[in-house]
């Protein structure tokens, strides 16, 4: 029988916060786990002796982590020690069996019937804020992106649709999420900043989940907040506030932070390739159509080319990059015992990088995930930009119509093209940011047209 090796022997790896901010990390951590194997430790300097994180890299590390062997592992332990207090304990960072109660209260209001609500607010969101892009001429997408991704989940998810409120939402959240990622600031002066933003919105959220506890309960409730805010757990109690803005910080975050920095990836990548926008554009135009033009819900699911475009467009730049655990119990993986007590990162980036599993894994090429190729049936666990597992992404379905929603409105209103010698960095640790932003200049298709 042959015996395990130790942490000691778990092949090490360094990178810098450079490596972090140019968006090369990812590749950095492919090309290691090629080299040295799927387990690797980075020294942990924020801790003193020899402490290290583990990554594990690769379609059998995703499998292992998030399905055969995800009692080893804890959420809570992962990503607690990272956001703190500041958001609470949502869905993100609820371990067993407390996530499976809470998820149970969520599940309705995302289930494919609900989608026929969102779908018209989704729409209507999407139509106001790109009302305004022809004649701004350039536009940034990340920006863009993320006004119409944070409106889109405080009106369709958190029924939130008075403007100004929604605005100042979206600002805190990001100042709050993302406030400390290029300023190289103070880290003082950044943690006093969080107290006070994070106290601002805990007074506006509880403000709100009040509003909802004085309305009568419907047989459907309009949003997953009028959900929670009514739900009985299964001793028949209502959640307390604490929980219920738990919950609402993450519905907020989630529902808005990863699909930002996809859907403005998404953008890019067709202005950048105009054939396979004009093929989009055509599989768009023969699908059924709602009274005012617009794409119906139904055919949305059957637009299978903007499918595999948004997947490939997720492979190489995922909305996150690296997924957090803490290890609950000894297990062996790659011919290595860990122990209880580690810090581990699922290095999803690195995955989508890898030589061994994609082709050409550096290219932009959509057609790897059709026939005959279908290169991540080819390997299981392979492509996870959603997750995987019994916890997958609860929103996946809901973030893919808001892409395709958001596609099928610009490349039917507008001739879009990029901006030339821009610095396109998909920089990130945990979730995905652009420094500098993801340029295109955009007309109005009617104008080209006429």
């Known amino acids: ?14 990178f810098t916060w450079d490596d972090i901010l140019s968006g090369g990390l990812p590749a950095l951590l492919a090309r290691e786990a090629e080299a040295k194997g799927p387990l690797l430790k980075l020294k942990d300097k924020w801790q003193p002796g020899e402490n290290y994180i583990l990554f594990m890299v690769g379609p059998e590390a995703n499998r292992f982590v998030l399905h055969t062997h995800r009692q080893h592992f804890s959420h809570d332990q992962g990503w607690t020690p990272l956001i703190g207090d500041t958001l609470g304990h949502g869905l993100l960072n609820m371990d067993e069996p407390q996530h499976t109660i809470h998820r149970r209260l969520w599940n309705p209001a995302f289930a494919s019937a609900y989608m026929t609500a969102y779908y018209p607010i989704i729409k209507k969101v999407i139509d106001h804020r790109t009302a305004t892009w022809a004649d701004e001429h350039e536009i940034d997408l990340f920006h863009e992106a993320r006004e119409i ?71 459907k409730p309009r949003d997953v907040l009028e959900m929670i805010v009514h739900a009985r757990d299964d001793q028949g109690n209502t959640l307390d506030d604490i929980q219920v803005l738990a919950h609402t ?73 690296n997924v957090p655990r803490g290890v609950l119990q000894d297990f062996e993986f790659a011919g290595y015992h860990v122990p209880a007590g580690m810090q581990v990162r699922l290095a999803i980036g690195g995955g989508h990088h890898l030589g061994s599993v994609f082709d050409n894994p550096e290219d932009f090429d959509p057609t790897r995930f059709l026939p005959p190729r279908d290169e991540e049936k080819r390997t299981p666990y392979s492509l996870i930009t959603f997750g995987g597992g019994p916890r997958i992404c609860i929103g996946m379905y809901f973030a893919q119509v808001e892409v395709k929603a958001l596609v099928a409105k610009v490349l039917r209103s507008f001739e879009i093209e990029p901006v030339e010698n821009q610095n396109l960095r998909h920089a990130g640790h945990w979730t995905a940011f652009l420094p500098d932003g993801i340029k295109i200049r955009v007309k109005n298709r009617e104008t080209v047209n006429a």
Do not use: C, Q
């Open 149 to 219: 991704t944070f409106d889109v989940a405080a009106a369709a998810l958190g029924g939130i649709e008075r403007g100004e409120e929604v605005d100042h939402l979206r600002d805190l959240f990001y100042r709050l999420l993302h406030g400390y990622d290029s300023s190289m600031g103070s880290y003082e002066d950044y943690l006093v900043e969080e107290k006070r933003i994070t106290g601002e919105l805990t007074r506006i959220l509880l403000g709100l989940i009040a509003e909802r506890r004085k309305l009568k309960p419907t047989d």
């Open 249 to 321: 910080n993450i519905l907020l975050v989630a529902g808005h932070e990863t699909t930002t920095s996809l859907s403005a990836w998404v953008l890019y990548l067709l202005a950048a390739n105009p054939d396979y926008r004009e093929k989009i554009l055509a599989e768009l135009d023969s699908l059924p159509a709602n009274p005012d033009g617009s794409v119906t819900l139904e055919a949305l699911r059957d637009a299978r080319f903007l499918d595999v475009f948004i997947k490939e467009a997720g492979r190489l730049s995922p909305p996150v990059i």
């Open 1 to 14: 029988m042959t015996i395990p090796k130790g942490i000691d022997d778990i092949p090490e790896i360094f």
